[in-house]
């Protein structure tokens, strides 16, 4: 009914059933989880920080990308666009070549299963130990927001959820999200400690991140206007990289330190052509920096043409269907694992 994409995980369910323990089951094989909220869309930092990663990771374990959009009320009074940030997001995940036979993309609000396990996920964790995560302190400092709601707190338990609810033992994540998986971990422990072995301890993934900062200086952003998204135009992408911060000298050279902006769109050009910046550098020479974001613009949209063709292929109603198929997938996933749950603490 899936296709060919159901049998990995599938097999691995049945494995599950036969009463393997966790613990072989991790030698065996990983499951990846990781997620985005749908907040906007993606750009060219999320691609070299992340993305990329998550597509070389697809054919080697079980993957679930979750469209993390209960998440986005956290911090925010309104979900806001939910129906066009969540389409765009699941485009920019198919347009970079997420494969959805060997993916299971889905959305929380889909997954009713998902979101029960916060109930007894939150009986484990005590408040102290909430205010304590760094990343929602942080959250919290800046925020705009009049008040801080108990979401803002009680989130990286819903997040834990979803790592935990599908199993999974491999998280690909920037080091704002370690405080978040140290609570996943915390969960999965004390639920294994009171009502016995349910969970595996997920684990961390660091990818080794470029750095790529913002067409500014700055962090790359959607909401700081600097970022290049990966569905931008190519006038746009030439818009964007002419209005970007450089310095007057003439010459070209790579110096992180000393000439940050120029160095940056050196990274940039240099990850879109997969050459060493510096070498880059040294090849446009005194050609200024026009030269280099000339360079630049050519590298960026030479990189995102076929990213932008596999976008422009697909219909909307592809979307939907996939969305819909994942969600029907990582629904399967959750209500058993809820059936588990319950069963272990005696319900
Ligand atoms: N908090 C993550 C972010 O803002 C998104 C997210 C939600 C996530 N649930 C997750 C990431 C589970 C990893 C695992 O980027």
């Known amino acids: 009914m899936y296709g060919p994409s159901q049998r990995r995980p599938q097999k691995r369910w049945v494995l599950s059933r036969d009463g393997m323990i966790p613990k072989e089951r991790d030698l065996m094989n990983d499951v990846v989880l990781t997620g985005d909220r749908p907040t906007g869309p993606l750009h060219l930092g999320h691609y070299f920080g992340s993305l990329a990663n998550r597509v070389r990771l697809q054919d080697l374990h079980p993957m679930y990308v979750l469209i993390a959009d209960y998440q986005v ?15 765009e997001l699941l485009l920019d995940y198919l347009a970079i070549g997420i494969d959805p036979a060997k993916v299971t993309i889905f959305q929380h609000s889909a997954i009713p299963e998902l979101n029960q396990l916060l109930l007894p996920f939150l009986s484990l964790v005590s ?8 990343t929602v302190k942080d959250e919290i400092a800046h925020s705009s927001q009049a008040a801080v709601s108990g ?16 199993k999974g033992t491999l998280v690909p994540v920037g080091k704002d999200q370690l405080p978040h998986l140290e609570v996943a971990r915390l969960v999965a422990r004390r639920f294994n400690d009171r009502y016995g072995e349910v969970f595996p301890l997920p684990k961390a993934m660091m990818g080794a991140q470029p750095m790529l900062k913002g067409l500014d200086g700055g962090k790359m952003s959607k909401s700081r206007g600097n970022a290049i998204a990966l569905s931008a135009t190519e006038d746009k992408t030439a818009l964007l990289i002419r209005k970007a911060r450089t310095d007057a000298e003439r010459l070209i050279t790579f110096e992180e330190e000393r000439r940050p902006e120029v160095a940056n769109l ?6 879109c052509l997969g050459r060493p910046p510096a070498e880059l550098a040294e ?6 920096a026009a030269t280099l974001k000339r360079v630049a613009t050519e590298a960026v949209n030479e990189f995102l043409r076929p990213i932008r063709r596999r ?19 990582a629904r399967e996933r959750a209500v058993r694992t809820l059936e588990e749950v319950r069963a272990a603490m005696g319900f």
């Open 266 to 271: 050196l990274t940039l050009a240099g990850l």
């Open 73 to 87: 009320i956290t911090d925010r009074d309104l979900p806001g666009e939910i129906r066009r940030h969540t389409m």
């Open 127 to 134: 408040v102290a130990e909430l205010g304590r995560n760094p």
């Open 311 to 329: 976008r422009a292929e697909l219909t909307e109603g592809d979307a939907r269907r996939i969305l819909a198929e994942g969600n029907e997938r």
């Open 151 to 166: 979401l803002m707190f009680t989130y990286p338990v819903h997040q834990a959820a979803d790592i935990l609810f599908c």
């Open 283 to 288: 090849e446009i020479g005194d050609g200024g």
